[in-house]
């Protein structure tokens, strides 16, 4: 049966008539047609619906529409993807056309004329619904008055060493316009692109689709830092507003805060008309003085960071990033010695617990949920809150870094670096984002890296303790304790009250084998600072020393009686229990350092470690034996042997993974093979020979001939150093860049 035969086919029962008329002899020759009936009376039916004219029809039309869009569509500067959807339109229309052309049939009763008419009516139809959407996309950005987008600032300094700063400054300025209610700006990551492109910059704005474009640039000649801003509508190239800035040279990232805040002021007014004075604006305004602040990271501008941001909540309790901004600056507070871990926790709850009622999806309060889950030694949890903010705000830094810091800890040396350098990207220069990016590369064993690095971030950044406190801790792992001390006190110099910086220079002290300097700094840090976790580790090494250790085992145990229960997991527990298990050890209570380092290490399930865990594991290794849990303390040493493993297997190779194998090695009673890797050590630049005499599966190895004649040597050595830095430290002899000096090995 033919398929348009049957009652509901007009032209199957037209056709059905007709069949008579056909000529006898073609029946005959029926089964010798080319085609089988039922094709043939398809083609009949598409030549009657007269639907290749149609398509001929549009697609003369579609051809002519892309030409006019290329043509007419620059002209309008209107973006170049608007022609490319012209093209892609009309080929989509294309079937459009053919269906509007058969559902609107009645062809066969209209005249030739008529029928002209419809077929061209029909194809201009299809394509005349598409050009309404094609005239709305292409046209609608460029006529909204807020779209705009933000180039990084061109580096016209004749050193051409300025770049980070020009990023740096778009990048704020990106930030800010963010935030501004009424203005849509384009990416980073979009804006960016155009970095190394030489195009014009209504091209620019024509690829992007805005409206208009902020471009500048920076020169630095000496001290002297001089800025230029301007605002460029894309569709005439007139300049609509343009400004120049000279400053001296100090705090780069003030100066880029300062900058970037009077353009976004003076754009806000131009686009929209704004006069900024909306409680919405003042709380984002105090919330970006804030994070000003914050980003400086001393104690003093932690606490006016903070005040900055709860003047915010104050302004808008619906502003979540405030909540975010004041819960980062407490906890980074007590993280740096200057505030008690119960009470920032306590804080960073309280306003985090607000921040999540009013702004579950905000990146930044996300991210400072896992800044709390961090400090409290909740690392998968603060992983994923990072990520979870980075999903909401790829473009936000400190989520990135913090990231960082987190794969760091534990051990994820290539992830962390990873995440350091995604931070890098979006907030050049940044000297915390940098230090800690150091960090990593010391870890890798590229000294020389690092150190550079340090010297970039200081010469950029001249009133930043942290980059020579960082610089310091380096040097003494790397055996430069003399400048250890002179980096020490150049963080001071600029942060005289930060705990950090004084137990920094307390630990120089330490380590050149001067107890009694080594405290006259700590008893500093005490008075400036709260009697945390930090100064307690830095205590214990002291009392250990000293071999003051029913002291030490005291003051341990009565840290963790008062410990807040909400911080039983946290870092601070960790550290009290593990001092306290480590003068049990040295004490001969083996039963009590078992179970003490145990709850520390995980409650007996010891796993997810650092190579910070693995001495604290052979110590647990000695106290198993001791107490006849032969089993416990193989199944403890295998553990810290897999950390080690692990740790070279990420790339960690600073002088003290030779220390932890002689550790190991030591504490499973392999003396000659500790003894090989303290000689390791020591040409990698180690030099704490005090670490040997407090271990006690080491200090027997004092009377190995070679060993007593290597730690014999670096006694020698550290001496030198010691009158070097008691007569530098007494003046004025600090070198100009952090990493000066030669290597003491």
Not at 204 to 217: D, F, H, K, P, T
Not at 295 to 315: G, I
Not at 351 to 357: H, N, S, T, V
Not at 652 to 675: H, Y
Request: charge should be negative; charged fraction near 25%.
């Amino acid at each position: 049966m033919n398929r348009y035969s049957g009652s509901w086919s007009i032209t199957g029962q037209a056709r059905s008539a007709a069949a008579p008329r056909r000529k006898a002899s073609d029946a005959g020759t029926a089964d010798m047609h080319p085609f089988p009936e039922g094709l043939q009376g398809s083609f009949r039916e598409l030549r009657r619906r007269r639907l290749a004219r149609i398509s001929g029809a549009y697609v003369f039309i579609a051809w002519l529409a892309v030409q006019i869009a290329d043509i007419l569509f620059p002209a309008l500067f209107l973006p170049e993807w608007s022609v490319r959807l012209v093209l892609v339109v009309a080929v989509i229309g294309l079937p459009c056309a053919l269906v509007l052309a058969w559902a609107t049939d009645g062809a066969q009763s209209r005249p030739g004329a008529l029928a002209a008419v419809r077929d061209w009516g029909a194809a201009a139809a299809a394509l005349g619904v598409v050009s309404l959407v094609i005239v709305r996309a292409a046209t609608g950005p460029a006529d909204a008055p807020g779209q705009i987008a933000v180039l990084p600032f061109a580096d016209v300094s004749r050193d051409g060493d300025q770049r980070y700063l020009g990023d740096g400054l778009a990048g704020e300025l990106l930030d800010r316009l963010a935030h501004i209610e009424g203005l849509q700006v384009v990416s980073r990551t979009s804006s960016f692109a155009y970095r190394d492109r030489q195009a014009d910059v209504r091209t620019i704005g024509r690829e992007l689709g805005v409206r208009a474009v902020v471009e500048g640039s920076v020169r630095r000649e000496g001290r002297q830092l001089r800025v230029t801003a301007r605002l460029t509508d894309v569709r005439d190239g007139f300049t609509l507003w343009s400004d120049t800035y000279a400053r001296e040279l100090g705090d780069l990232f003030a100066i880029q805060d300062e900058i970037a805040h009077a353009i976004a002021g003076a754009l806000e007014v131009e686009l929209l008309g704004s006069t900024g004075d909306a409680p919405a604006g003042v709380a984002y305004d105090l919330y970006l003085r804030g994070r000003h602040l914050f980003h400086q990271r001393t104690p003093e501008s932690l606490e006016q960071a903070s005040r900055e941001f709860a003047a915010a909540m104050e302004h808008d309790p619906g502003f979540p990033p405030a909540y975010s901004g004041y819960a980062d600056a407490r906890l980074l507070l007590s993280g740096y010695g200057n505030l008690d871990a119960e009470t920032a926790r306590r804080q960073a709850e309280e306003a985090l617990r607000r921040g999540l009622a009013i702004g579950q999806d905000v990146a930044e309060i996300n991210a400072s949920l896992g800044l709390l889950n961090a400090f409290s030694g909740e690392m998968d949890a603060a992983e994923r809150a990072y990520r979870r903010a980075l999903e909401l705000d790829p473009d936000y830094a400190m989520a990135h870094m913090w990231l960082g810091t987190t794969l760091h800890a534990q051990g994820r040396l290539r992830e962390a670096l990873a995440a350091f350098d995604h931070a890098e990207e979006r907030a050049p220069g940044h000297p915390i984002v940098g230090v800690n990016r150091a960090t990593v590369l010391f870890d890798l064993g590229r000294y020389d890296a690092g150190m550079r690095l340090l010297d970039e971030l200081a010469e950029r950044n001249a009133d930043s303790g942290q980059i020579h406190r960082h610089a310091s801790v380096w040097m003494a792992e790397f055996g430069r304790l003399d400048d250890a001390v002179l980096a020490a006190r150049r963080a001071i110099e600029r942060e005289p009250e930060s705990p950090l910086s004084l137990m920094t220079m307390a630990k120089a002290w330490f380590w050149l084998g001067d107890p009694d300097r080594a405290r006259a700094w700590l008893d500093r840090a005490k008075e400036v600072g709260a009697d945390n976790m930090l100064i307690f580790g830095l205590e214990a090494q002291l009392l250990l020393a000293e071999g003051r250790h029913d002291r030490l085992q005291a003051m341990a145990t009565a840290r963790l009686r008062t410990l807040d229960p909400a911080l039983a997991r946290g870092a601070g527990a960790r550290i009290y229990r593990t001092w306290a298990g480590i003068a049990a050890v040295v004490t001969h209570d083996y039963d009590a350092a078992v179970e003490l380092l145990e709850s520390a290490l995980g409650e007996g399930d010891i796993i997810n470690h650092t190579p910070d865990d693995v001495e604290a594991l052979t110590f647990l290794a000695i106290a198993c034996r001791k107490a006849a849990r032969d089993e416990d303390a193989r199944r403890v040493l295998g553990r810290a042997q897999e950390i080690v493993d692990q740790a070279a297997r990420e790339g960690f190779a600073a002088p003290f993974m030779d220390v932890l194998r002689a550790f190991v090695a030591g504490a499973g009673q392999q003396e000659d093979a500790a003894a090989l890797h303290l000689r390791a050590a020591a040409r990698a630049g180690w030099s704490k020979p005090g670490q040997v005499h407090r271990h006690p599966a080491l200090a027997q190895l004092v009377r190995h001939g070679e060993i007593a004649e290597l730690l014999g040597r670096l006694q020698t050595r550290i001496s030198s150093q010691h009158e070097r830095a008691v007569v530098l430290a007494a003046g004025d002899g600090y070198p100009v860049r952090v990493a000066s000096g030669s290597r003491n090995h």
